[in-house]
Structure formats: structure tokens, C-alpha cells
């Protein structure tokens, strides 16, 4: 016997992403504002001279990727009960990533979902991780195998807070912006080499044009059934580094702007993309000081580490290779001869 649920599918899920300084806005409902030590301390401050709620908490957990986990999570809602959060109330998540991602994880489960705002804080953050609606932590099998897709009710990009971004920081969130470009936007990239993204004015066109890709990337394919998964591009490899330098090393950006590279070289290979065109992405990269080598020291045991992603399937990786300046190809089928010859070339 079977039984349909005829579901109809009217709530409406879309919303704004305001880039520019923060309005003046009050929230007639309870309202937490989940943050670390480290942005309240730099950031609450203005935040709180704009924001105001019915009543207002602040909740902060620890500052690093390392507490993006249950404890973290625990934390944040026992607050949430202690306070009798309820349905109609709301979170703030104040951050970078980290915070983003796990308070979007909280909203979602909180008493079956409530509602949040992504107001983040690092560039990073500003143009890839608030937008798009995914959510979760980390556990002891890997990054980020629990979550949800659960959209924020808005985004506040203030490109203000990024004025005490350490460089490095700074350079990881332009290594997503350029992977927004390349995989989808030529005429983006040709700005994005011309243009001085230490010019406040740039920076805010330049963060606009990667948050409208990736929003138009997730109007079309919101729980990444196909589409989405070239915003990974440079990720595959990029993962593969991060594990063999244990999380220490590079920040995940710079990984990725390696990976990126890695997945140039095997676009070329693959007669994908020009030498000249894997160049000239090189060249963009290089110009944040962002790393574009790493020495492979055992390709074969590099090639092995790509199916310990548990979100691998057993017997295949997806790679994302970049067809040209503003393409993209996602495949799981290339043959492990042409991937280890690009290895060997690191
Ligand atoms: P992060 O949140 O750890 O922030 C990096 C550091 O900068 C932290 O120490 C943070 O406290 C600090 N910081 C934040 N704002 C600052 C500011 N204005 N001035 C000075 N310091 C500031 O890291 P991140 O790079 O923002 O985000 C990485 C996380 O995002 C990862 O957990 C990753 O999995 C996740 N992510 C999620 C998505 C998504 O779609 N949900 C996409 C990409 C990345
Ligand atoms: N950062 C990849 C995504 O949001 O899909």
C-alpha cells in the first residue's frame, strides 16, 4: 500500500543580500547574535550601534575551525532554551565562516528550523560561505558531514569589517572570488586582473559580481545536484593538500588556489584550456600573494588521499576542470594515467 503527500511547494525561500554599510535596523522579536571573542572585540561594538531587537543576547564560542562542532553547537542552544528562544525568534550569525555555517546549522534545528541572518565578516565569508544556504560542522570523520541546507532570511555584507582582515585572510577570500570567475564568468575575470581590490570602491563591485555568480548558481541548482558542485573547483585537490599539511599549513583558500592550479594543468591536458589561459589565472592568484605551488612528494599516495573525502563515492572523484577562462566541466571520469601525470608535474 502507499500513501502520497501531495506536497505543494509555495514558500517563498528568496532573499536579499545587501552589500553596504549596515542600516539601521530593529527587530521586533528575540534575537541572539552568535559571534567569537575575536570579531566582538573588533566588531560588536558598530554591529550593535546599528542592530537593535525586543531583546537581544550575544553568544560566543570559541574562535577556530577546530570548534566548528557539536560542543560549539551544544553551546549555542542550551543558550537558546536558557533564554526560551522560541519559533519566531531569530539568530545573528557575526562572523567569519566558521560562525556563519554553524549558527545556520542551529537556526536550522532549532525547534525544526527558525529563522537567521548572515552578517559576515571576513572576505571569505562576504562572497562565498554566507550565500547559498549551507550549513554544518565538522565531526571526527571530516569537514563539514553534518548540516543542512537551510537559507538565511537575509545577508548584510558591510565590506567595513574587512578593514582588520589580516592579508592572509584577505587573500583566501580572493581566491574564491576568482574561482566564481573562472568557472563562470569571463568578462569577471578580465576585470578581476585589472582591477586594485585595495580600492574600497573595487572591492565592493568585485564582491558584488561573485555573490550575484554564486546566487545565480544556487537559484539554479539550490542542493547541489549537479551545478553547484563547480563552486569545488580547486577543492579537490585543495583537500588533498590541506590533509597532507594536517590543517596547518595553508588556510583553505590558499589550498584551493593551489588546487585551482592543479585543476588548470589537467584542463590543459585534457585540451580544455589554453596554456595561456592557465597562466594568466597563475598570474591572478600570484598577484594576492596567493601560494600557486606545492611540492607532490608521492603522487600516488596524493591520488589515494582524493577517496578518503567521505564524500567521495567508494570507486570515484569528482573533479571540476575549468573549459577555458568562464567554463566549466564537472566529471568523474578521468583516467587516473592523466591525473597522475599532472601530479608528477608538482
Ligand atoms: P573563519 O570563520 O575561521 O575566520 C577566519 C579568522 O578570521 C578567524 O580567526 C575569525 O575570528 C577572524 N575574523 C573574522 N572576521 C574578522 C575581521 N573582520 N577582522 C579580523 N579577523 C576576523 O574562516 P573563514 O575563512 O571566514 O571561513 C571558513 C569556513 O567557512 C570553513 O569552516 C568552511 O568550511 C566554511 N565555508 C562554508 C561555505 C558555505 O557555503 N557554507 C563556503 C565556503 C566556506
Ligand atoms: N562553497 C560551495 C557552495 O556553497 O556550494
Redesign the pocket.
Known sequence: MQVNIPLIQTIDNSYDISIDAISTTHFDRKVAIVT?P??AG??LGYLLSKISAKELYIITVP???EY?NQDSVNLILESLFNHRFNRNSMLIAF???????MTGYVASVYQRGIDFVQIP??L??QV??SV?G??GMNNSYG??LVGAFHQPKSVLIDPL??S???PR?FG?GVAEIVKMAVTFNKEFFSFLESADLSDAKVLQEAIKRAVQTKADVVAQDEKEHGLRAALNYGHTFGHVIENETKYKKY???EAVAIGMVMANETAVKMNLMSKDEALRVKNLLEKYNLPTSYKIENPSSFYETFFLDKKSSDSSVTFIIPVGIGGVKITDEIDEKLILSVLDGF
Open positions: 567569537n575575536k570579531v573588533l566588531h574562535d577556530g575551525e566548528k562572523g567569519g565562516g566558521v560562525i556563519g555555517d565578516t571576513t571569505l565569508s562565498d560561505a547559498g549551507k550549513t569537514k563539514n569589517f574587512l582588520t582582515l589580516p585572510e583566501a588556510l583553505h583558500g
